[in-house]
């Protein structure tokens, strides 16, 4: 029989690491750290070089490393393995490093427009010079789209417009077709878009071009005021001999995100215009 006394319980060794004996337990389940030997009464005994064996399995642990992988390792110990080992985590690290600067860059997105809500002026129209902006747009919605197809179009919208992993700075907006619009048929949206950065893939992105545009911010929903902005719009438009040239863009500012009351909703509306020719 082997000398005890040279030997640590399953008890002593889980102390010393200031771990719970069922992790030993679950290590010699998955063959990871077999006990030396086990005695007539059924108690675990684990040797010094075992104790030491620990030490790199739980320090593995750490790095999220498998069982399966820190068992290979185990069997393949060598310089260049472990380096192989160091730089994967290395990656890993960056690439953890570069997602998480992209939340924070979200977050203080969104933080920024969230500071700007009181600042905004209601209901004055005005007419500015934009620059150009790069607008993820989803499949086009018909006038015979049902309520929950619509549904599902801004759901695959905005799966695509937003990682799984990532915080979503921006809200959509929807596009009205200006003819529609201008015609008094406000309920009729043609897409779904969503503001994004000029990484972000070209393939179903939408360059909105730079130039003139009126814009109006509004409390409540757009359906609640789109008849009474459009006539404040049309009288704007006609006093200052300018023509209609894009589509209407309608952008959540404030939404269900920040208020159930949707009389406090925040939105605005902005289409591209030029001058009459004289």
Not at 5 to 33: M, R, V, W
Not at 110 to 127: F, G
Not at 202 to 216: D, L, Q, V
């Amino acid at each position: 029989m082997e000398n005890e006394k040279n030997y640590f319980t399953a008890g002593e060794l889980a102390s010393l690491y200031g771990i719970p004996k069922q992790t030993l337990l679950y290590y010699d389940k998955n063959e990871l750290l077999i006990p030396a030997f086990v005695n007539k009464n059924g108690y675990r005994y684990y040797s010094v070089s075992q104790y030491l064996v620990l030490e790199i399995i739980l320090n593995m642990r750490k790095l999220n490393i498998s069982v399966h992988d820190i068992k290979l390792y185990l069997e393949n110990r060598s310089d260049e393995n472990f380096g192989k080992i160091l730089q994967d985590k290395i990656k890993e690290c960056n690439e953890l490093i570069d997602d998480t600067q992209k939340v924070k860059n979200s977050l203080e997105l969104s933080l920024a427009t969230l500071e700007k809500i009181p600042k905004i002026r209601l209901n004055q129209i005005e007419l500015s010079f934009q620059q150009s902006k790069i607008l993820l747009l989803s499949p086009p919605i018909t006038k015979t789209t049902q309520i929950k197809d619509r549904v599902k179009t801004l759901a695959h919208h905005n799966q695509a417009a937003f990682s799984k992993k990532h915080f979503k700075e921006f809200t959509t907006g929807w596009i009205i077709d200006k003819d529609d619009f201008f015609a008094k048929k406000f309920n009729r949206s043609i897409q779904y878009f969503t503001p994004v950065s000029h990484s972000f893939s070209k393939k179903h992105c939408y360059t909105r071009p730079e130039g003139f545009y009126i814009s109006i911010f509004f409390e409540g929903t757009y359906y609640q005021k789109a008849s009474s902005i459009y006539l404040r719009l049309e009288d704007f438009i006609k006093r200052n001999h300018l023509i209609v040239v894009g589509d209407i863009y309608v952008f959540p500012i404030k939404n269900h995100w920040l208020t159930e009351d949707t009389k406090s909703y925040i939105n605005q509306i902005s289409f591209q215009v030029e001058y009459q020719n004289e």
